[in-house]
């Protein structure tokens, strides 16, 4: 799945794919590179990314918790969903 620069995702639990974490995440960017795990430390994420077995592909930048989060891998993404409350019930005649 492809996501938008200004779409709206939420991040999946690399433990269950039915987690994802709120809130959601802000695409700021969206390019062909190697994921990042360890964005301060090269040596570190080369290796982890050959123990995972994940080669370059779609990333993404995304704004999450007031930071910006470099190389994340498209499946460590997902749409999001916003769940509305429904209005009826707050209004009732």
Known sequence: MSFKIGELVTIV?????NIHYKPPALVVGAYEGEPKIF???EKVNKRWL???DLSPGRV???FYR???EEAVCEEWLA???HQ???ASSCHKK
């Open 13 to 17: 639990s690399s433990m269950n794919s």
């Open 39 to 41: 964005l301060n430390n």
């Open 50 to 52: 050959e123990e995972e």
């Open 60 to 62: 993404y930048d995304i």
């Open 66 to 68: 007031g930071e910006v």
């Open 79 to 81: 749409p999001y969903h």
């Open 84 to 86: 509305s409350r429904h």
